[in-house]
């Protein structure tokens, strides 16, 4: 039996040009503002203890379908069933009162979400610890930090053991050590078997998540299924539309780039240095003779010894914004030994690199032991200009044998 269920839900968004027009609308009987139709007659069943993922493109109506099932938004039609208790991170600061103090807000959740103040009194302490603002507990949350507001949020959300996991991934990590708590928190709901809405814009994180994603596009499923179907589906139609946006929002940062220096924070990790060279040569752009050329990345990072060693992982884009192909400590099962400051240093060779002729870019990244939380992320490190002998067609040339029958 599904725990969520969606018939026919229909959202309609009004807007008004003037303050006065919703005034003159009554008082004329006539229409006096513009309609956005944010979803379409929209039927979702989604069972027990799965792990969904939401994707699309800004504004294809994401936020709303959540939160019509988060229960903070009423669709305009249609039925919407959702069993069991409902934890949902999706407006910053959404449910929190501004002129209560944190812990005064904590009980005013807790509340909302059904617990009685005996269950309240019994989870506050952890609560708190989780979000580690102990000390701001009796401060209005009007004086927090956006950062607070999260670390607070988040520890109510996922504290007060709710059935049904609601997560805008971009609302819920916040930075430094508390990303990697927040997410190692929602792998734990994961194994817990509950049940997950995850929305994000990371590929990446949705298919290492997910068990189920759905696509929406313009306030309608385009696409629902298995994660690796759905996402590339949705990257392929993203780079038929993104080539001259790439073009123009990347900078491609010098070759062997000081990405972080020094301390690292408690709970994070951090590229400190990235060298790539083609034939012993180092440079901003490279030339790449296709099946003949060597291409080395060597990667130093910083971490937190008290942490399990990140690993690392890099990923070669074409010009079309397509991931090419991708390569990780950690898939590969290269453990990694760091210095007594967390400090190591790995490098990934290519030998007759098979990428066919164009421009392809460098990225990388340092992730958690699992690969699935981004500590740090080094984009377009650099640019590879490949050239080849011949006609091959495609991206890459792939081993081969040819014989007669
Ligand atoms: N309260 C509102 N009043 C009017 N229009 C709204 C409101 N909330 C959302 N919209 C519009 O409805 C559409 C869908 O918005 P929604 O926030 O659900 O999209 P989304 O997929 O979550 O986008 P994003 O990835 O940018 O968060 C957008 O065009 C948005 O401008």
């Known amino acids: 039996m599904p725990v969520i269920r969606l018939e026919n839900i229909c959202k309609t968004y009004s807007y008004y040009e003037h303050g006065v027009d919703r005034l003159l609308e009554i008082l004329t009987k006539r229409r006096h503002h513009e309609e956005f139709i944010a979803l379409h007659p929209l039927n979702l069943h989604i069972e027990n203890g799965q792990v969904i993922g939401i994707i699309g493109n800004n504004g294809a109506g994401k936020s709303t379908l959540l939160k019509i099932i988060a229960g903070t ?46 269950e309240i009194d019994q989870i506050y302490q952890t609560i708190v610890e989780f979000a580690g603002i102990q000390e701001f507990m009796d401060h209005p949350v009007k004086t927090y930090s956006s950062g607070m507001f999260v670390r607070l949020a988040f520890a109510v959300a996922t504290c007060v053991e709710p059935d049904i996991l609601i997560v805008d991934e971009a609302l819920s990590v916040g930075d430094g050590a508390f990303a990697r708590k927040s997410f190692n928190r929602i792998m734990q709901f994961k194994q817990a078997g509950k049940t997950i809405l995850f929305c994000s814009h990371s590929m990446y994180q949705i298919e290492a998540i997910c068990d189920r994603v759905i696509w929406l596009e313009h306030g309608q499923i385009k696409m629902d299924g298995v994660p690796s179907s759905v996402v590339s589906a949705y990257t392929e139609s993203l780079s038929q539309n993104t080539n001259a946006q790439l073009q123009a929002n990347t900078t491609p940062v010098e070759n062997t780039p000081v990405v972080a220096s020094s301390q690292i924070v408690e709970g994070t990790a951090k590229i400190k240095e990235v060298s790539v060279t083609v034939d012993g040569m180092t440079d901003k752009k490279l030339d790449v003779f296709s099946l003949r050329s060597e291409l080395c990345i060597t990667v130093k990072f910083s971490s937190d010894i008290s942490l399990p060693s990140p690993t690392v992982g890099i990923l070669i884009i074409n010009a079309d914004g397509r991931f090419i192909t991708s390569a990780g400590t ?67 040339s792939l081993p081969r044998q040819w014989a007669q029958i």
């Open 73 to 118: 938004l009423k669709p305009d039609n249609g039925l919407c069933e959702v069993t069991g208790r409902v934890s949902a991170l999706l407006e910053l600061g959404g449910g929190f009162h501004p002129d209560m103090t944190g812990r005064e807000n904590v009980y005013l959740n807790g509340t909302m979400m059904g617990l009685t103040i005996p």
């Open 330 to 396: 950690q898939h590969d099962g290269l453990p990694i030994q760091r210095d007594s400051n967390g400090i190591a240093t790995v490098r990934v060779t290519f030998p007759k690199l098979a990428l066919l002729k164009g421009e392809y870019w460098v990225d990388i990244f340092l992730l958690c032991e699992n690969a699935i939380h981004v500590y740090d992320h080094a984009s377009t490190v650099a640019t590879l200009n490949v050239r080849q002998k011949g006609l091959e067609q495609g991206v890459v």
